[in-house]
């Protein structure tokens, strides 16, 4: 054996032997690459719809392993109570209703509210039990966005009106749930164009936005939390300052983690977004939260190896995009 090939065996024998918390969350979020191309080898792409399935049930058991007991991960709608002629009083069962479209992923708290309706994985839920509705798509396209977010608005304006209800009634009100979409990969053109990249996706979150809701949105109102492109970015809501200016908007960041190696030298080193999606579901689940074991980076600042992508697309100042926590406006 070579002297290359002995320090080659060397360096993955140390490496199978220790590990950290990245290295953990890259290899639990590459494990998806590893299952999915085993399934192209075979079908070849000659039915993506049952390959798009299937990527949504890696997903799916991905963010369920990782749950408290209390909470679970379906398929299907949520039920929104809403005034109607028919309300009368506090009579919450005389109300009408209206129906979410259909969501991909939900996760949901069944300890406490249990489903209106369950068949297996298939549910119809109270917006009550509802922490977090994940949309996914296998090749992402401009029309894949735009239907995500206008699922999402539907979503939000459902909610809205039952908030309303719930408060003239004085009932217990409804979480606000985290939004997500996760696209598995970016579809390429016969001409070898892609449909999206981190600049474009996160321009057309913000455009988006501001045409299907109105701004400022009242404290608590739920929009896009950020959307992943499996193993290149994410576009997240953030906030920051331009001069003396607190902004709101989306930020393009790297999708992958960093790591230090020998040196202190900065290497990019295996998928951040499952692992940032499911902090991102876990801060929603208002149950306790460790940021320290969640974001396992080993570099939280952006500015390091930067993705080609990254930027910030503002919607607008902070307070015209959000409502004060003061205001006694209701949603």
């Known amino acids: 054996m070579s002297k290359k090939a002995k320090r080659s065996r060397r360096a993955n024998y140390e490496a199978a032997r220790g590990g950290d918390l ?6 639990a979020g590459d494990s998806f690459a590893g299952k999915i191309n085993l399934l192209n080898q075979l079908l070849r792409g000659v039915h993506e719809p049952s390959i798009g399935r299937y990527k949504e049930r890696l997903l799916a058991s991905a963010i369920a392993e ?4 209390r909470f679970e991960v379906g398929t299907g709608f949520v039920l929104f109570p809403k005034p109607s002629r028919r309300s009368k009083g506090d009579t919450l069962s005389a109300a009408d209703h209206e129906v979410s479209q259909q969501l991909d992923l939900i996760v949901f708290d069944s300890g406490n509210i249990p489903p209106v309706f369950r068949d297996g ?3 119809v839920l109270r917006p009550e039990s509802v922490r977090a509705i994940i949309e996914v798509k ?3 396209k401009r029309k894949d966005v735009q239907d995500a977010l206008e699922s999402f608005a539907d979503y939000s304006h459902k909610w809205a009106v039952c908030q309303r209800f ?4 004085r009932q217990v009100s409804a979480p606000t749930p985290g939004m997500f979409l996760m696209a598995w990969d970016v579809y390429v053109d016969p001409s070898n164009r892609p449909a999206t990249d981190g600049t474009r996706l996160r321009k057309q979150i913000v455009r988006n936005v501001k045409r299907l809701y109105t701004l400022p949105l009242p ?4 929009v896009l939390d950020a959307a992943y492109i499996y193993n290149d ?3 997240s809501a953030m906030g920051w300052f331009e001069g003396d200016e607190l902004m709101d908007g989306y930020a393009t960041e790297r999708g992958q983690f960093v790591r230090y190696g020998k040196g202190r030298r900065p290497a990019l080193a295996g998928d951040q977004t499952v692992a940032a999606l499911i902090a991102g579901v876990h801060w929603h689940l208002r149950h306790y939260f460790n940021p320290i074991l969640a974001y396992v980076d080993q570099e939280r600042r952006v500015d390091v190896l930067p993705h080609e992508h990254a930027g910030q697309t503002p919607l607008g100042r902070a307070q015209d995009v959000r409502e004060p926590v003061s205001s006694e406006k209701k949603i």
Request: proline share 7%.
């Open 233 to 235: 970015c994410i576009v």
């Open 138 to 140: 296998a090749f992402l």
């Open 121 to 123: 994985d298939f549910v």
């Open 22 to 27: 990245t290295s953990y969350a890259a290899m």
């Open 166 to 169: 719930y408060q003239e009634r």
């Open 66 to 69: 990782s749950l408290p007991k």
């Open 219 to 222: 404290q608590g109102y739920p």
